[in-house]
Protein backbone atom coordinates (compact mmCIF):
# COMPACT_ATOMS: atom_id res chain seq x y z
CA UNK A 1 0.00 0.00 0.00
CA UNK A 2 1.48 3.45 -0.83
CA UNK A 3 2.48 5.65 2.38
CA UNK A 4 -0.25 8.51 2.73
CA UNK A 5 2.11 11.25 2.32
CA UNK A 6 1.76 15.11 3.15
CA UNK A 7 1.89 15.99 -0.41
CA UNK A 8 2.48 20.45 -0.81
CA UNK A 9 0.77 22.94 -2.28
CA UNK A 10 3.00 22.69 -5.39
CA UNK A 11 1.77 26.27 -6.90
CA UNK A 12 3.91 27.70 -3.79
CA UNK A 13 6.90 26.19 -6.25
CA UNK A 14 5.88 28.28 -8.53
CA UNK A 15 6.58 31.58 -6.41
CA UNK A 16 9.79 33.48 -7.32
CA UNK A 17 12.68 33.79 -4.98
CA UNK A 18 11.80 35.00 -1.73
CA UNK A 19 9.28 37.91 -0.85
CA UNK A 20 10.40 41.20 -1.86
CA UNK A 21 10.85 42.78 1.23
CA UNK A 22 13.22 39.80 3.05
CA UNK A 23 15.15 39.64 0.16
CA UNK A 24 16.11 43.19 0.74
CA UNK A 25 16.11 42.79 4.56
CA UNK A 26 18.69 39.55 3.79
CA UNK A 27 21.36 41.69 1.49
CA UNK A 28 21.19 44.84 4.10
CA UNK A 29 21.93 42.18 6.83
CA UNK A 30 25.09 40.77 4.34
CA UNK A 31 25.81 44.53 4.21
CA UNK A 32 25.97 45.28 7.08
CA UNK A 33 27.61 42.20 9.12
CA UNK A 34 30.64 42.89 6.31
CA UNK A 35 30.55 46.39 7.02
CA UNK A 36 29.26 47.12 10.69
CA UNK A 37 30.42 50.91 10.97
CA UNK A 38 28.48 52.29 8.04
CA UNK A 39 25.44 54.20 8.56
CA UNK A 40 22.43 52.80 6.96
CA UNK A 41 19.52 54.78 6.12
CA UNK A 42 16.62 52.94 5.11
CA UNK A 43 13.70 54.37 2.83
CA UNK A 44 13.30 50.35 1.11
CA UNK A 45 10.40 49.20 3.29
CA UNK A 46 7.50 51.42 3.88
CA UNK A 47 7.70 51.07 7.62
CA UNK A 48 6.25 54.25 9.90
CA UNK A 49 9.56 55.54 12.14
CA UNK A 50 7.68 58.38 14.10
CA UNK A 51 6.16 57.26 17.88
CA UNK A 52 2.55 56.55 17.83
CA UNK A 53 0.15 59.85 18.78
CA UNK A 54 -0.33 60.17 22.36
CA UNK A 55 -4.01 60.23 22.33
CA UNK A 56 -3.14 56.25 20.90
CA UNK A 57 -1.19 55.73 23.09
CA UNK A 58 -3.42 56.84 26.25
CA UNK A 59 -6.13 54.21 24.76
CA UNK A 60 -4.23 51.35 24.97
CA UNK A 61 -3.12 52.31 28.58
CA UNK A 62 -6.78 52.37 29.51
CA UNK A 63 -7.89 50.06 27.47
CA UNK A 64 -4.88 47.75 29.06
CA UNK A 65 -6.23 49.25 32.93
CA UNK A 66 -9.82 48.33 32.30
CA UNK A 67 -8.88 44.52 30.89
CA UNK A 68 -7.25 44.20 34.30
CA UNK A 69 -10.75 44.61 36.27
CA UNK A 70 -13.84 42.17 36.25
CA UNK A 71 -16.34 45.29 34.83
CA UNK A 72 -13.74 46.13 31.96
CA UNK A 73 -12.48 42.60 30.84
CA UNK A 74 -13.28 41.61 27.47
CA UNK A 75 -12.59 38.30 26.34
CA UNK A 76 -13.38 37.25 22.31
CA UNK A 77 -14.58 40.41 20.81
CA UNK A 78 -17.74 40.89 18.07
CA UNK A 79 -16.19 39.23 15.07
CA UNK A 80 -16.55 42.10 12.47
CA UNK A 81 -15.17 44.91 15.22
CA UNK A 82 -16.07 46.63 17.97
CA UNK A 83 -19.28 48.79 17.46
CA UNK A 84 -17.36 51.79 19.23
CA UNK A 85 -15.21 51.46 16.24
CA UNK A 86 -17.14 50.43 13.39
CA UNK A 87 -18.81 53.57 14.41
CA UNK A 88 -16.24 56.17 14.23
CA UNK A 89 -14.82 54.08 10.44
CA UNK A 90 -18.23 54.86 9.23
CA UNK A 91 -18.81 58.73 10.55
CA UNK A 92 -14.69 60.06 9.99
CA UNK A 93 -14.02 58.10 6.85
CA UNK A 94 -17.16 57.85 5.08
CA UNK A 95 -19.88 60.05 6.10
CA UNK A 96 -17.33 63.07 6.13
CA UNK A 97 -17.38 62.18 2.38
CA UNK A 98 -20.67 61.55 1.42
CA UNK A 99 -21.03 58.19 1.89
CA UNK A 100 -23.54 55.89 3.19
CA UNK A 101 -22.58 52.57 4.77
CA UNK A 102 -23.48 49.79 7.48
CA UNK A 103 -21.67 48.62 9.99
CA UNK A 104 -22.69 45.25 8.90
CA UNK A 105 -20.21 45.89 5.81
CA UNK A 106 -17.27 46.49 7.43
CA UNK A 107 -14.64 43.86 8.83
CA UNK A 108 -12.07 45.01 11.20
CA UNK A 109 -9.11 42.92 10.61
CA UNK A 110 -5.68 42.78 11.42
CA UNK A 111 -3.82 44.52 7.90
CA UNK A 112 -4.41 45.03 4.91
CA UNK A 113 -2.11 42.74 3.84
CA UNK A 114 -3.67 39.92 5.27
CA UNK A 115 -6.89 40.90 3.59
CA UNK A 116 -5.79 41.79 0.19
CA UNK A 117 -3.97 38.31 0.60
CA UNK A 118 -6.87 36.48 1.90
CA UNK A 119 -9.67 37.98 -0.38
CA UNK A 120 -9.07 35.66 -3.11
CA UNK A 121 -10.29 33.15 -0.89
CA UNK A 122 -13.63 33.92 -1.69
CA UNK A 123 -13.25 33.45 -5.57
CA UNK A 124 -13.06 30.79 -7.67
CA UNK A 125 -9.98 29.37 -8.85
CA UNK A 126 -10.84 29.78 -12.75
CA UNK A 127 -11.33 33.61 -12.11
CA UNK A 128 -9.14 35.53 -14.56
CA UNK A 129 -7.37 38.28 -12.27
CA UNK A 130 -6.03 41.08 -13.78
CA UNK A 131 -3.42 43.46 -11.95
CA UNK A 132 -1.27 46.17 -12.75
CA UNK A 133 2.73 46.10 -13.44
CA UNK A 134 4.32 47.05 -11.17
CA UNK A 135 2.37 45.98 -8.57
CA UNK A 136 2.03 44.98 -4.40
CA UNK A 137 3.28 41.53 -4.82
CA UNK A 138 0.94 40.20 -2.47
CA UNK A 139 -1.98 40.72 -5.08
CA UNK A 140 0.04 38.50 -7.90
CA UNK A 141 1.79 36.00 -5.31
CA UNK A 142 -1.61 35.16 -3.22
CA UNK A 143 -3.25 34.47 -6.46
CA UNK A 144 0.04 31.99 -7.69
CA UNK A 145 -0.46 30.13 -4.00
CA UNK A 146 -4.18 29.62 -4.92
CA UNK A 147 -3.57 28.11 -8.21
CA UNK A 148 -4.71 30.60 -10.29
CA UNK A 149 -1.49 31.23 -12.12
CA UNK A 150 0.64 28.83 -14.67
CA UNK A 151 4.72 29.44 -13.90
CA UNK A 152 6.11 32.61 -14.50
CA UNK A 153 8.46 33.75 -17.91
CA UNK A 154 11.84 35.17 -17.21
CA UNK A 155 10.54 38.46 -16.68
CA UNK A 156 8.61 37.04 -13.67
CA UNK A 157 5.10 37.74 -14.89
CA UNK A 158 2.85 34.62 -14.53
CA UNK A 159 0.78 32.46 -17.12
CA UNK A 160 -2.74 33.46 -16.86
CA UNK A 161 -2.63 36.82 -14.95
CA UNK A 162 -3.34 39.70 -16.77
CA UNK A 163 -0.66 42.37 -16.36
CA UNK A 164 -1.88 46.43 -17.18
CA UNK A 165 1.84 48.22 -17.78
CA UNK A 166 1.79 51.27 -15.51
CA UNK A 167 4.15 53.67 -17.20
CA UNK A 168 5.11 56.93 -17.86
CA UNK A 169 2.79 57.28 -20.68
CA UNK A 170 0.02 56.49 -18.48
CA UNK A 171 0.89 58.51 -15.65
CA UNK A 172 1.27 55.13 -13.84
CA UNK A 173 -1.91 55.55 -13.57
CA UNK A 174 -3.70 52.84 -16.36
CA UNK A 175 -6.92 53.11 -17.86
CA UNK A 176 -9.03 50.00 -18.09
CA UNK A 177 -8.31 47.60 -20.88
CA UNK A 178 -10.36 46.65 -23.65
CA UNK A 179 -11.05 43.55 -22.38
CA UNK A 180 -12.62 42.29 -18.93
CA UNK A 181 -11.31 40.62 -16.18
CA UNK A 182 -13.41 39.06 -12.83
CA UNK A 183 -11.29 40.47 -10.80
CA UNK A 184 -8.91 43.49 -10.76
CA UNK A 185 -6.73 44.87 -8.16
CA UNK A 186 -6.55 48.50 -7.81
CA UNK A 187 -4.08 50.49 -5.17
CA UNK A 188 -4.76 54.33 -5.04
CA UNK A 189 -2.29 56.43 -3.42
CA UNK A 190 -0.36 53.51 -5.69
CA UNK A 191 2.00 51.17 -3.65
CA UNK A 192 4.93 51.69 -5.58
CA UNK A 193 4.29 54.30 -8.10
CA UNK A 194 2.74 57.06 -5.56
CA UNK A 195 0.83 57.89 -8.47
CA UNK A 196 -3.20 58.39 -6.96
CA UNK A 197 -6.51 58.10 -9.15
CA UNK A 198 -8.40 61.14 -10.27
CA UNK A 199 -12.01 61.24 -10.00
CA UNK A 200 -12.20 60.34 -13.74
CA UNK A 201 -10.22 58.07 -13.78
CA UNK A 202 -12.00 55.91 -11.05
CA UNK A 203 -15.19 56.88 -12.66
CA UNK A 204 -13.72 54.79 -15.83
CA UNK A 205 -12.50 52.09 -13.95
CA UNK A 206 -16.23 51.77 -11.95
CA UNK A 207 -17.77 51.99 -15.19
CA UNK A 208 -15.60 48.74 -17.10
CA UNK A 209 -16.19 46.79 -13.77
CA UNK A 210 -19.73 46.88 -14.09
CA UNK A 211 -20.39 47.00 -17.31
CA UNK A 212 -17.81 43.33 -17.69
CA UNK A 213 -18.76 42.40 -14.16
CA UNK A 214 -15.57 42.70 -12.72
CA UNK A 215 -15.07 42.93 -8.79
CA UNK A 216 -12.61 45.84 -8.24
CA UNK A 217 -10.14 45.29 -5.04
CA UNK A 218 -9.85 48.64 -4.59
CA UNK A 219 -6.23 49.06 -1.44
CA UNK A 220 -6.82 52.38 -0.16
CA UNK A 221 -4.07 52.20 2.56
CA UNK A 222 -2.26 55.50 1.77
CA UNK A 223 -5.63 57.24 1.56
CA UNK A 224 -4.69 59.74 4.16
CA UNK A 225 -1.55 60.63 2.24
CA UNK A 226 -3.78 62.53 -0.35
CA UNK A 227 -3.26 66.51 -0.16
CA UNK A 228 -5.68 67.32 -2.68
CA UNK A 229 -9.78 67.39 -1.21
CA UNK A 230 -10.94 67.13 -4.28
CA UNK A 231 -9.23 64.06 -5.19
CA UNK A 232 -11.61 60.65 -3.75
CA UNK A 233 -10.05 58.92 -1.03
CA UNK A 234 -12.79 56.17 -1.53
CA UNK A 235 -13.85 54.35 -4.07
CA UNK A 236 -17.35 54.21 -3.30
CA UNK A 237 -17.33 58.30 -4.05
CA UNK A 238 -18.09 57.17 -6.91
CA UNK A 239 -21.54 56.29 -8.52
CA UNK A 240 -22.18 52.46 -8.81
CA UNK A 241 -18.87 51.81 -7.17
CA UNK A 242 -21.33 49.93 -4.04
CA UNK A 243 -21.95 47.33 -6.73
CA UNK A 244 -18.67 46.50 -7.86
CA UNK A 245 -15.82 47.21 -5.48
CA UNK A 246 -14.26 45.78 -2.56
CA UNK A 247 -12.24 48.51 -0.33
CA UNK A 248 -9.30 48.22 2.16
CA UNK A 249 -8.17 50.77 4.37
CA UNK A 250 -5.48 50.28 6.99
CA UNK A 251 -4.31 52.69 10.62
CA UNK A 252 -0.76 51.47 9.86
CA UNK A 253 0.88 54.15 7.47
CA UNK A 254 -2.09 57.18 8.76
CA UNK A 255 -1.65 56.22 12.30
CA UNK A 256 1.51 54.55 12.67
CA UNK A 257 -0.27 51.08 13.29
CA UNK A 258 2.43 48.83 11.22
CA UNK A 259 3.26 47.22 14.42
CA UNK A 260 0.08 47.37 16.48
CA UNK A 261 -2.14 45.84 13.48
CA UNK A 262 -5.38 47.26 12.51
CA UNK A 263 -7.14 47.48 9.01
CA UNK A 264 -10.80 47.11 8.29
CA UNK A 265 -12.32 45.94 4.70
CA UNK A 266 -15.46 47.10 3.15
CA UNK A 267 -17.80 44.72 1.36
CA UNK A 268 -20.90 46.60 0.29
CA UNK A 269 -24.26 44.69 0.89
CA UNK A 270 -25.98 43.79 -2.60
CA UNK A 271 -22.15 43.27 -4.17
CA UNK A 272 -22.20 39.72 -5.46
CA UNK A 273 -20.23 36.99 -7.58
CA UNK A 274 -21.58 34.46 -9.16
CA UNK A 275 -21.81 30.60 -8.94
CA UNK A 276 -21.39 27.98 -12.02
CA UNK A 277 -25.22 28.08 -12.46
CA UNK A 278 -25.16 31.50 -12.34
CA UNK A 279 -26.48 32.52 -9.17
CA UNK A 280 -25.38 35.67 -8.06
CA UNK A 281 -24.19 35.34 -4.31
CA UNK A 282 -23.93 38.19 -1.65
CA UNK A 283 -19.44 38.63 -1.28
CA UNK A 284 -20.12 40.18 2.40
CA UNK A 285 -21.63 37.00 3.14
CA UNK A 286 -19.30 34.72 1.91
CA UNK A 287 -16.07 36.99 3.60
CA UNK A 288 -18.02 36.84 6.81
CA UNK A 289 -18.19 33.39 6.63
CA UNK A 290 -14.66 33.21 6.73
CA UNK A 291 -13.52 35.76 8.58
CA UNK A 292 -15.84 34.23 11.67
CA UNK A 293 -13.92 31.00 10.57
CA UNK A 294 -10.22 31.75 10.34
CA UNK A 295 -10.19 34.89 12.53
CA UNK A 296 -10.96 35.77 16.17
CA UNK A 297 -11.21 39.71 15.93
CA UNK A 298 -8.62 42.10 16.59
CA UNK A 299 -7.73 42.74 20.51
CA UNK A 300 -10.14 44.82 22.09
CA UNK A 301 -6.80 46.91 23.54
CA UNK A 302 -5.98 47.76 19.77
CA UNK A 303 -9.37 48.59 18.22
CA UNK A 304 -9.79 50.96 21.23
CA UNK A 305 -6.04 52.50 19.95
CA UNK A 306 -7.78 52.32 16.46
CA UNK A 307 -10.90 54.39 17.59
CA UNK A 308 -8.78 57.06 19.54
CA UNK A 309 -7.18 57.60 16.13
CA UNK A 310 -10.60 59.44 15.25
CA UNK A 311 -10.79 61.35 18.50
CA UNK A 312 -9.90 64.98 17.89
CA UNK A 313 -6.45 65.10 19.43
CA UNK A 314 -5.91 61.68 17.59
CA UNK A 315 -7.18 63.30 13.97
CA UNK A 316 -5.02 66.30 15.25
CA UNK A 317 -2.09 63.92 16.21
CA UNK A 318 -2.30 61.33 13.49
CA UNK A 319 -2.67 64.45 10.60
CA UNK A 320 0.64 65.71 12.04
CA UNK A 321 2.46 62.54 11.63
CA UNK A 322 1.40 62.24 7.79
CA UNK A 323 2.10 66.03 7.00
CA UNK A 324 5.86 64.97 8.52
CA UNK A 325 6.00 62.11 6.28
CA UNK A 326 5.08 64.25 3.47
CA UNK A 327 7.24 66.74 3.98
CA UNK A 328 9.96 64.22 3.89
CA UNK A 329 8.71 63.33 0.42
CA UNK A 330 8.48 67.01 -0.90
CA UNK A 331 12.14 67.10 -0.02
CA UNK A 332 13.68 63.29 -1.75
CA UNK A 333 11.17 64.98 -5.05
CA UNK A 334 12.95 68.23 -4.56
CA UNK A 335 16.18 66.91 -3.69
CA UNK A 336 16.49 64.81 -5.97
CA UNK A 337 15.62 66.34 -9.22
CA UNK A 338 17.78 69.43 -8.24
CA UNK A 339 20.48 66.35 -8.65
CA UNK A 340 19.15 65.42 -11.74
CA UNK A 341 17.06 62.82 -10.89
CA UNK A 342 13.69 62.07 -13.08
CA UNK A 343 11.00 61.36 -9.83
CA UNK A 344 7.28 60.48 -9.99
CA UNK A 345 4.64 59.99 -6.94
CA UNK A 346 5.32 61.70 -4.04
CA UNK A 347 2.86 64.67 -3.86
CA UNK A 348 -0.43 62.70 -2.49
CA UNK A 349 1.82 59.35 -1.21
CA UNK A 350 4.82 58.81 0.89
CA UNK A 351 6.61 56.63 -2.00
CA UNK A 352 8.84 58.36 -4.81
CA UNK A 353 9.41 56.32 -7.49
CA UNK A 354 12.47 57.65 -9.85
CA UNK A 355 14.39 56.45 -12.74
CA UNK A 356 17.26 54.74 -12.30
CA UNK A 357 20.40 56.19 -13.44
CA UNK A 358 20.89 55.81 -17.25
CA UNK A 359 21.99 52.23 -17.99
CA UNK A 360 21.89 50.90 -14.68
CA UNK A 361 19.00 48.65 -13.04
CA UNK A 362 16.87 48.59 -10.90
CA UNK A 363 18.55 45.77 -8.56
CA UNK A 364 21.92 47.35 -9.98
CA UNK A 365 20.72 50.77 -8.25
CA UNK A 366 19.93 49.24 -5.54
CA UNK A 367 23.27 47.13 -5.13
CA UNK A 368 25.12 50.21 -5.56
CA UNK A 369 22.85 52.79 -3.65
CA UNK A 370 23.88 50.48 -0.24
CA UNK A 371 27.75 49.63 -0.96
CA UNK A 372 28.14 53.37 -2.30
CA UNK A 373 25.92 55.38 -0.07
CA UNK A 374 24.38 53.13 2.70
CA UNK A 375 21.00 53.93 1.50
CA UNK A 376 18.15 51.13 1.10
CA UNK A 377 15.47 51.57 -1.12
CA UNK A 378 13.41 49.11 -2.76
CA UNK A 379 14.15 48.36 -6.91
CA UNK A 380 10.93 48.91 -8.72
CA UNK A 381 11.84 45.39 -10.74
CA UNK A 382 10.79 43.85 -7.47
CA UNK A 383 6.80 45.33 -8.05
CA UNK A 384 6.97 43.35 -11.73
CA UNK A 385 8.75 43.82 -15.18
CA UNK A 386 7.20 47.06 -15.71
CA UNK A 387 8.95 48.37 -12.78
CA UNK A 388 12.42 47.75 -14.30
CA UNK A 389 14.47 50.76 -14.45
CA UNK A 390 12.80 52.64 -11.47
CA UNK A 391 13.46 52.25 -7.75
CA UNK A 392 11.49 53.08 -4.88
CA UNK A 393 12.53 55.46 -1.90
CA UNK A 394 10.27 55.79 0.96
CA UNK A 395 9.38 58.50 2.93
CA UNK A 396 8.86 57.13 6.28
CA UNK A 397 11.88 58.05 8.29
CA UNK A 398 13.44 60.88 10.30
CA UNK A 399 13.97 64.27 8.92
CA UNK A 400 17.74 64.22 9.28
CA UNK A 401 17.94 60.21 8.03
CA UNK A 402 16.03 62.26 5.11
CA UNK A 403 18.03 64.72 4.48
CA UNK A 404 21.45 62.97 4.97
CA UNK A 405 20.22 60.49 2.40
CA UNK A 406 19.27 63.16 -0.11
CA UNK A 407 23.09 64.42 0.39
CA UNK A 408 24.71 61.48 -0.06
CA UNK A 409 22.60 59.61 -3.39
CA UNK A 410 22.91 63.76 -4.80
CA UNK A 411 26.86 63.60 -4.14
CA UNK A 412 27.33 59.76 -5.86
CA UNK A 413 24.57 59.66 -8.61
CA UNK A 414 23.62 63.43 -9.06
CA UNK A 415 24.19 64.53 -12.53
CA UNK A 416 23.46 67.98 -12.24
C1 LIG B 1 5.84 48.42 1.38
O1 LIG B 1 6.98 48.81 1.67
O2 LIG B 1 5.48 48.25 0.22
C2 LIG B 1 4.90 48.22 2.50
O3 LIG B 1 5.56 48.08 3.70
C3 LIG B 1 4.04 47.12 2.20
C4 LIG B 1 3.09 46.77 3.26
O4 LIG B 1 2.46 47.64 3.86
O5 LIG B 1 2.94 45.57 3.47
Given at each position: MLRAMARINENYQKLQAGYLFPEIGRRVRAFTEANPDAAVIR???????????PAVVAAIKDAADAMGTAEGFHGYGPENGYGFLLDAILEHDYRTRGIELDASEIFVSDGSKQDSGNIQEIFGSECRVLVTDPVYPVYVDSNVMAGRTGEADDGGRYAGLAYLPATEQNGFSPDPPAEGADLAYLCSPNNPTGAVMTREKMERWVAWARANDTVLIF???????????????????????RECAIEMRSFSKRAGFTGVRCAYTVIPKGLTGTTTSGERVELNALWSRRHATKFNSVPFVIQKAAAAVFSPEGLKQTSEQVAFYMENARRLREGLGAAGFTLFGGEHAPYIWMRT?????SWGFFDRLLTETHVVGTPGSGFGSAGEGYFRLSAFNSRDNVDEAIARVSRAFGTS
Open positions: LGIGDVTEPLADAAYDAFIQDPELPRSIYEIEGAPEGIS
